[in-house]
């Protein structure tokens, strides 16, 4: 499946790290009323009677503002509720075969930190690539930071859109000027603030700022 570009505009991760009493739900609906314009639900410790509910209510929530709603790595999951479509990471399963198990018309966003990794993902059937870290990032431990120089290089190699996750911020966002990114992948900059709505809004006028030069 084709994916538009303006869809990953501002692209939404979500991380439980931040509820303090809050719900997920609430956070979601919270960075859509701000401007999200892509939703991945990302679930590390749920089981999945919970991941599977909790996915139907915020895919359901993300189809109220007509925004795509992906699951994270968890194809059996994405099967089950007909979520938009998965992301998955190198160490997932191969493009390939997440597209066999999907089928055509589901988005299939893939994690690259190199040239070749984001050549092998297109032909295999990826949709659009996320690209980082970008930036250096607390919110995954694991994460290979990738040059801006890399980041430019991926973008010229393939023609399917690419967002950049990582360690972005409103502060840092300018610096990603000119990469041929569509869009910025984020976590706690939208879901560790306080006002999400209001952190959403702004983090979305930089971006159009840094992407349009408006």
Known sequence: MKCDKKDLLLYAVTDRSWLNGKTLYGQVEQALKGGVSFVQLRE????????????????????????????????????????????????????????????PDKLIGVS????????????????????????A????????????????????SVEIPVVAIGGINKENIKELSESGICGVAVISAIFAQSDIEKATDDLKKQ????????
Do not use: W
């Not at 659009?128 to 930036?135: E, I, K, Q, T």
């Not at 971006?207 to 408006?214: A, C, G, Q, S, T």
């Open 207 to 214: 971006v159009e700022k840094m992407l349009y030069d408006l």
């Open 44 to 103: 590390k410790n749920l089981n999945t009677e919970a991941f599977l509910q909790e996915a139907i209510q915020i895919q359901s929530l993300c189809r109220t503002y007509g925004v795509p709603f992906v699951i994270n790595d968890n194809i059996d999951i994405a099967l089950a509720m007909n979520a938009d479509g998965v992301h998955v990471g190198q160490k997932d399963m191969e493009v390939s075969k997440v597209r066999a198990k999907l089928g």
């Open 112 to 135: 690259a930190q190199t040239v070749e990794q984001a050549v092998k993902a297109e032909k295999e059937g990826a949709s659009y690539l996320g690209v980082g870290a970008v930036f």
């Open 137 to 156: 990032t607390d919110s995954k431990l694991d994460a290979i930071e990738v040059s801006h120089e890399t980041l430019k290089e991926i973008c010229k």
